[in-house]
């Protein structure tokens, strides 16, 4: 089982991070999401979101995250723009169609 990371470059020599570690063949879960208090509501969140979206989709993997009930992203926020399905508990996102690239003219 392996992780991969996303971060990105704050002010000041700070960063935040989504951490995925793998669980099974094609599902990884969101581990760990690290963004510094003051960088908080601005989002650098859901940048890192997008992008781990962005990556299990080219790979078709599902994406899974345990909400937290103390965290920044509620739930419903969570539900309405990134995972659809409950399962156990947790939030599961299937990979999307990516959109078809459009041959040069």
């Not at 700070?14 to 094609?26: G, N």
């Not at 509501?41 to 859901?46: I, K, L, P, V």
Request: hydrophobic share 40%; proline share 8%; glycine share 4%.
């Amino acid at each position: 089982m392996s992780n991969q990371i996303f971060s990105e470059e704050l002010p000041n020599k700070k960063q935040c991070k989504l951490v995925l570690h793998e669980l099974k063949a094609r599902r990884w879960m969101i581990t760990r999401i690290e963004i510094p208090m003051e960088f908080r509501r601005q989002g650098h969140g859901s940048i890192l979101l997008d992008q781990a979206c962005t990556w299990a989709d080219e790979k078709g993997f599902a994406l899974i995250v345990h909400p937290d009930k103390q965290s920044d992203w509620p739930v419903e926020w969570l539900e309405e723009y990134y995972f659809r399905i409950q399962e156990n508990g947790n939030l599961l996102r299937d990979p999307q169609a990516l959109p078809a690239a459009t041959p040069p003219a």
